[in-house]
Nanobody
Framework: QVQLAESGGGLVQAGGSLRLSCAAS????????MGWFRQVPGKEREFVAS????????YNGDLVKGRFTISRDNVKNTVYLQMSNLKPEDTAVYYC???????????????WGQGTQVTVSS
């Protein structure tokens, strides 16, 4: 079992930055690929970025376009999503998730956090 807890969301003006955190706990949390997803009410959840604790970061290029960076602190078992140059269309609930499988598919993410709201004002 892996427990995930996101934090760091909030209200920011367009062009601003936020850093989301996801603290992972559980006996095998360090072996999981960690991902960030986001969802707007009425729309499908979309992949943002993911990374193994050893690296191997992946991004939704069309969405991120170099504005977001995923990183992790292996000592703290925490994954971060640094978001810069935020746009109103980035407004969503952002979720952290954990995947123990090889393939980086959304369906392979078994554990999810409660989500943190990010609101970008124009």
């Amino acid at each position: 079992q892996v427990q995930l807890a996101e934090s760091g969301g909030g209200l920011v003006q367009a062009g601003g930055s936020l850093r989301l955190s996801c603290a992972a706990s559980g006996r095998t949390a360090s072996s999981y690929r960690m991902g960030w997803f986001r969802q707007v009410p009425g729309k499908e959840r979309e992949f943002v970025a993911s990374s193994r604790w050893s690296g191997d970061a992946r991004y939704n290029g069309d969405l991120v376009k170099g504005r977001f960076t995923i990183s992790r602190d292996n000592v703290k078992n925490t994954v971060y999503l640094q978001m810069s140059n935020l746009k109103p269309e980035d407004t969503a609930v952002y979720y952290c998730a954990a995947n123990r499988y090889v393939l980086d598919l959304e369906s392979n993410y078994e554990y999810w956090g409660q989500g943190t709201q990010v609101t970008v004002s124009s």
